[in-house]
């Protein structure tokens, strides 16, 4: 591929999870390398993802087997995504996608095969601003609650897991 650095790699992001009935999207941005290797979504053992869930919701996730954890997010209605369908990144941090390469996810089909959605969670910051500046320009105009959570990630340390747990409690409650 012309422009290709070495140790930089076409990514590309899972189909969605979701109930027909679901209420909230969560999105991430792309799944990081744990992930693709596991083939799951928040793989890696130190993301705070399914222990924040769980814990909200009053199940034991992290300990669930993956597609058990994900009928439980879809019993709460709860569809879970990434706004990326693919992009070139060097490693697993959102910080080392390449602007150029991204690709979004059709959101336009999304919603339309899920019109009870009316809110998004996005986990974390550059999931939010990357669904703003390449997405919601291309949907039409809609009441879909968006908020920032944030990120689950071990690389976001910014805020320990019950302050994380706290915001995310507050934002699936609302």
Known sequence: MPGRHHGVNRIQSFAPV???DAHTLILGSMPGQASLAAGQYYAH???LFWPILGTIFEAPLPDLPYAERLGVLQQHRVALWDVLHSCERRGSLDSAIAESSIQPNNFAEFFRKHPGIVRVLFNGSLAESTFRRHVQPQLP????????LPSTSPAHAALDFNAKLARWREALSA
């Open 18 to 20: 979701a109930a027909p």
């Open 45 to 47: 053992p130190r993301n």
């Open 141 to 148: 105009a809609c009441a879909l609650r968006c908020i920032r």
